[in-house]
């Protein structure tokens, strides 16, 4: 009975341990990034072009071109996430197939960040001859982040209970009618929610676009799909690569702290999304 | 009273015999996954009369309701042989449009499934999709469909709310009302009332007798009491076989089958 109790007490412990562990890792992280950057925030900040290869200046372009990006990328990779979960959860009743499907889109999930970075120089940037193109690297970052939203709407849309559509079957609707009225609704808040925590990841990735999307200085807000711009992560890169440069240092940690802001805003909305219809 | 009864048996028998069945099921066997769920069964059902199915769990009632509409069609594995004729065409023809087959042959599941919708919303739901309504035509059809299913006095003031906020028994008249919305040659109806409580299941009796003047009505039960209050005719089945058929007086009273018998008294069947 003892020897139960602290066996109990140990296992408590330990966990509790791991639990103070992580929190403290995402303390420590956010502490240093807040504390390091809001040094260099300032309204200038936020709203001025970049100067002197981001030693000064601000970070206006970068923020509109992740954003630009951001928003490319969302557009893109909804619509074909909706409809591959769609496929896969009411058209592919055959195991086999559905088996291939669901290792077609975890592999997918599974590629390194870099490889989706050299595919799209290859086969866009020298292949297509499109050059660097912030809107190449729209498409790339939509394929990357394709198999959270496609998983995330299959869920949902394999979730509603198939009463719900032998019902509406049995009222003499069509098999598109059952989907865009009782299934697709559901299928939305779904990939709503992978929208955001893919958005969450693109946002903060370097790899796939360092090569075939953004320049590190000089770039003003495109006017054309194929011309690069700046983004808030691979800005970060460069000027840890001047880290020598104390006010270029600086402006990272600034950069950073803005980058983290927008990550968080988005997979906590995400969060959010999920909880509300998870009410529901 | 018995000669009420007897007369009206008299008429409905007659009627059987000049008209043709609504629904002609002839030799049809079903697999799933390659099992024979559905052996031979060989079915008429007479227009305006309530045809009750009863017989243990597991053998095929749903089965075969779910292959008159055709809703197992989507079931994996799903094979069949013979056919079904409603109003004597093949359900099974090549061309034929199933979305419009299930407008006039609609069903009634087990468990109520209302959509997440208001009241007067999930009456609509079905209709809405195959015909322009007006505003005021939408309000006629609610209210009608509401009162055939005995509802209506008890959500008039709130059409607006949410359909899952009425009790159970009542979302099952919701369900069937939607059906009747249609206004469906044949409403077939899988258990509906095994998940109520009696006086909902009363209800819905009754409602399905004031109902057979208009449909034509194939109720899938496992009390043998409810059938005997409100069938016309019976058929019995186990194991995937329609061990006997007939007029509910035939089946209670002068059963030729023991297995049929047994059932009858006792609701247990060794076959
Ligand atoms: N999708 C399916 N896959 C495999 N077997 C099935 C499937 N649907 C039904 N069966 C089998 O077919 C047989 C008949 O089932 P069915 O649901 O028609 O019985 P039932 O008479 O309606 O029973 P209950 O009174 O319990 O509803 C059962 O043995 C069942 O296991
Ligand atoms: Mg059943």
């Given at each position: 009975?003892?020897?139960?109790?602290?066996?109990?007490?140990?296992?408590?412990?330990?966990?509790?341990?791991?639990?103070?562990?992580?929190?403290?890792?995402?303390?420590?992280?956010?502490?240093?990034?807040?504390?390091?950057?809001?040094?260099?925030?300032?309204?200038?900040?936020?709203?001025?072009?970049?100067?002197?290869?981001?030693?000064?200046?601000?970070?206006?372009?970068?923020?509109?071109?992740?954003?630009?990006?951001?928003?490319?990328?969302?557009?893109?990779s909804?619509?074909?996430a909706?409809?591959?979960?769609?496929?896969?959860?009411?058209?592919?009743?055959?195991?086999?197939?559905?088996?291939?499907?669901?290792?077609?889109i975890?592999?997918l999930n599974?590629?390194?960040?870099?490889?989706?970075?050299?595919?799209?120089?290859?086969?866009?940037?020298?292949?297509?001859?499109?050059?660097?193109?912030?809107?190449?690297?729209?498409?790339?970052?939509?394929?990357m982040i394709l198999p959270t939203l496609v998983l995330s709407a299959?869920?949902?849309?394999?979730?509603?209970?198939?009463?719900?559509?032998?019902?509406?079957?049995?009222?003499?609707?069509?098999?598109?009618?059952?989907?865009?009225?009782?299934?697709?609704?559901?299928?939305?808040?779904g990939a709503?929610t992978g929208l955001l925590i893919g958005i969450a990841r693109a946002?903060?990735?370097?790899?796939?676009?360092?090569?075939?999307?953004?320049?590190?200085?000089?770039?003003?807000?495109?006017?054309?799909?194929?011309?690069?711009?700046?983004?808030?992560?691979?800005?970060?890169?460069?000027?840890?690569?001047?880290?020598?440069?104390?006010?270029?240092?600086?402006?990272?940690?600034?950069?950073?702290?803005?980058?983290?802001?927008?990550?968080?805003?988005?997979?906590?909305?995400g969060?959010?999304?999920?909880?509300?219809?998870?009410?529901? | 009273?018995?000669?009420?009864?007897?007369?009206?048996?008299?008429?409905?028998?007659?009627?059987?015999?000049?008209?043709?069945?609504?629904?002609?099921?002839?030799?049809?066997?079903?697999?799933?996954?390659?099992?024979?769920?559905?052996?031979?069964?060989?079915?008429?059902?007479?227009?305006?009369?309530?045809?009750?199915?009863?017989?243990?769990?597991?053998?095929?009632?749903?089965?075969?309701?779910?292959?008159?509409?055709?809703?197992?069609?989507?079931?994996?594995?799903?094979?069949?042989?013979?056919?079904?004729?409603?109003?004597?065409?093949?359900?099974?023809?090549?061309?034929?449009?199933?979305?419009?087959?299930?407008?006039?042959?609609?069903?009634?599941?087990?468990?109520?499934?209302?959509?997440?919708?208001?009241?007067?919303?999930?009456?609509?739901?079905?209709?809405?999709?195959?015909?322009?309504?007006?505003?005021?035509?939408?309000?006629?059809?609610?209210?009608?469909?509401?009162?055939?299913?005995?509802?209506?006095?008890?959500?008039?003031?709130?059409?607006?709310?949410?359909?899952?906020?009425?009790?159970?028994?009542?979302?099952?008249?919701?369900?069937?009302?939607?059906?009747?919305?249609?206004?469906?040659?044949?409403?077939?109806?899988?258990?509906?009332?095994?998940?109520?409580?009696?006086?909902?299941?009363?209800?819905?009796?009754?409602?399905?007798?004031?109902?057979?003047?208009?449909?034509?009505?194939?109720?899938?039960?496992?009390?043998?009491?409810?059938?005997?209050?409100?069938?016309?005719?019976?058929?019995?089945?186990?194991?995937?076989?329609?061990?006997?058929?007939?007029?509910?007086?035939?089946?209670?009273?002068?059963?030729?089958?023991?297995?049929?018998?047994?059932?009858?008294?006792?609701?247990?069947?060794?076959?």
């Open positions: 009975m003892n020897s139960r109790k602290t066996i109990n007490s140990i296992f408590k412990n330990a966990v509790r341990l791991s639990f103070i562990f992580c929190a403290g890792i995402l303390v420590f992280l956010f502490g240093t990034i807040i504390w390091k950057g809001s040094a260099a925030i300032s309204l200038d900040f936020l709203t001025k072009p970049t100067e002197n290869f981001g030693a000064a200046g601000g970070i206006v372009h970068q923020i509109t071109g992740s954003l630009l990006m951001i928003l490319t990328t969302a557009i893109i909804f619509p074909i909706l409809g591959t979960a769609i496929y896969r959860s009411e058209y592919l009743k055959n195991p086999r197939s559905q088996n291939m499907a669901d290792t077609l975890f592999s599974g590629i390194p960040s870099i490889i989706f970075g050299i595919f799209g120089l290859i086969f866009f940037v020298n292949i297509l001859g499109t050059g660097v193109s912030w809107f190449v690297g729209s498409i790339i970052l939509a394929m299959y869920q949902s849309v394999n979730s509603v209970p198939s009463i719900y559509r032998e019902s509406a079957l049995a009222l003499g609707m069509t098999k598109w009618k059952v989907i865009s009225t009782v299934l697709l609704p559901k299928g939305i808040n709503i946002i903060g990735e370097t790899a796939p676009i360092m090569f075939i999307a953004t320049a590190f200085s000089g770039v003003q807000f495109p006017t054309t799909l194929l011309q690069p711009v700046s983004a808030l992560p691979t800005h970060i890169l460069s000027l840890a690569q001047q880290a020598t440069n104390p006010a270029a240092l600086q402006n990272a940690w600034g950069t950073s702290m803005v980058l983290v802001i927008l990550v968080v805003l988005f997979s906590t909305s969060l959010l999304v999920r909880l509300r219809f998870q009410k529901k | 009273m018995i000669q009420e009864v007897n007369s009206e048996l008299k008429d409905s028998s007659v009627v059987t015999k000049l008209e043709a069945p609504v629904l002609n099921v002839s030799g049809l066997d079903v697999f799933i996954n390659k099992t024979n769920i559905l052996k031979d069964i060989n079915l008429q059902v007479p227009r305006n009369q309530i045809t009750c199915i009863i017989g243990p769990s597991g053998s095929g009632k749903s089965t075969l309701i779910r292959s008159i509409n055709r809703i197992n069609d989507d079931v994996l594995g799903y094979e069949k042989q013979g056919d079904i004729h409603f109003q004597n065409a093949s359900i099974f023809k090549k061309n034929i449009d199933v979305a419009s087959l299930r407008k006039n042959i609609g069903m009634v599941f087990q468990k109520p499934c209302v959509f997440p919708k208001s009241i007067a919303e999930n009456v609509l739901f079905g209709i809405q999709h195959s015909k322009k309504l007006s505003k005021i035509e939408k309000a006629e059809i609610v209210e009608k469909q509401l009162k055939a299913a005995a509802l209506w006095d008890e959500v008039s003031q709130r059409l607006d709310q949410r359909g899952s906020s009425l009790s159970i028994g009542q979302q099952q008249r919701l369900c069937i009302s939607r059906t009747l919305a249609m206004e469906p040659q044949v409403i077939l109806l899988d258990e509906p009332t095994s998940s109520l409580d009696p006086v909902s299941s009363r209800a819905i009796e009754k409602m399905m007798l004031d109902l057979k003047e208009q449909y034509t009505i194939v109720f899938v039960t496992h009390n043998i009491q409810q059938a005997k209050r409100i069938a016309d005719r019976v058929v019995f089945m186990c194991e995937g076989e329609i061990i006997e058929q007939g007029t509910t007086n035939e089946i209670f009273t002068k059963s030729k089958h023991p297995k049929t018998r047994s059932y009858l008294v006792d609701e247990y069947c060794d076959c």
